[in-house]
Nanobody
Framework: QLQLVDSGGGLVRPGESLTLSCTAS???????IGWFRQAPGKEREAVSC??????????RYADSVRDRFTVTRDNAKNTVYLEMNSLKPEDTAVYYC??????????????????WGQGTQVTVSS
């Protein structure tokens, strides 16, 4: 059973940066990785995803984070990163990574993902 550990969350001021990590218990070579977030009182939403290495590690982003967030994968370390720049208060949420063998067109859909990290809190506040 693939296990994922999210880390890197914290409290930052608006405009600052954070990088989240998602580290797996075994190879992620064949998995797409999605990043999702859930704010209090809101539904979980997709933030970004990156397809498997064999699928070209293609990336997708939600409109709300495009040009501010970047997802990358380090296959040698079984780790995927979410670099978050120019953070805004509305980015405050618990962030989760997830893994699935899905295509580019499905990688932003949370229902496709059977493997999830425990979540890491990101708080953006002055």
């Amino acid at each position: 059973q693939l296990q994922l550990v999210d880390s890197g969350g914290g409290l930052v001021r608006p405009g600052e940066s954070l990088t989240l990590s998602c580290t797996a218990s075994s190879t992620l070579d064949y998995y797409a990785i999605g990043w999702f977030r859930q704010a209090p009182g809101k539904e979980r939403e997709a933030v970004s995803c990156v397809t498997s290495r064999g699928s070209g590690a293609s990336t997708r982003y939600a409109d709300s984070v495009r040009d501010r967030f970047t997802v990358t994968r380090d296959n040698a370390k079984n780790t995927v990163y979410l670099e978050m720049n120019s953070l805004k208060p509305e980015d405050t949420a618990v962030y989760y990574c997830a893994a699935a063998t899905v295509t580019y067109w499905l990688c932003m859909s949370d229902v496709q993902y059977p493997h999830w990290g425990q979540g890491t809190q990101v708080t953006v506040s002055s």
